[in-house]
């Protein structure tokens, strides 16, 4: 029984998403609007640069200063840690 109830869930959810999409309007992507002054496109280099570039240097200089601001390493250089130390039995 499990296995009609994922086949009627799944064909459902097909469908309707299939009727969503036939219905839907392609939101009037090439009509222009009254005062619609769209600039210069982007090239492949400036888009790759803005959308990949951009984030992947932001990354690396968080990651950057979170390594060189990190003062956990300082604390456990002086703590007990380092120091082995036998129990007697």
Same mark, same amino acid.
């Given at each position: 029984?499990?296995k009609?109830?994922?086949?009627?869930? *799944?064909?459902?959810?097909?469908?309707?998403?299939?009727m969503?999409?036939?219905?839907?309007? /392609?939101?009037l992507?090439l009509?222009?609007?009254?005062?619609?002054? /769209? *600039?210069?496109?982007?090239?492949?280099?400036?888009t790759l640069?803005?959308?990949v *570039?951009? /984030?992947?240097?932001?990354?690396?200089?968080?990651?950057?200063?979170?390594?060189?601001?990190?003062?956990?390493?300082?604390?456990?250089? *002086?703590?007990?840690r380092?120091?082995?130390v036998?129990?007697?039995a």
């Amino acid at each position: 029984m499990d296995k009609k109830n994922a086949l009627r869930a *799944g064909a459902l959810a097909a469908g309707t998403t299939l009727m969503m999409l036939l219905m839907s309007s /392609p939101a009037l992507a090439l009509t222009r609007d009254d005062g619609d002054d /769209p *600039g210069t496109g982007l090239s492949v280099i400036q888009t790759l640069g803005l959308f990949v *570039g951009v /984030p992947l240097a932001l990354f690396v200089i968080i990651a950057g200063l979170v390594v060189v601001l990190d003062k956990s390493r300082a604390k456990q250089q *002086g703590t007990s840690r380092n120091i082995n130390v036998k129990a007697k039995a």
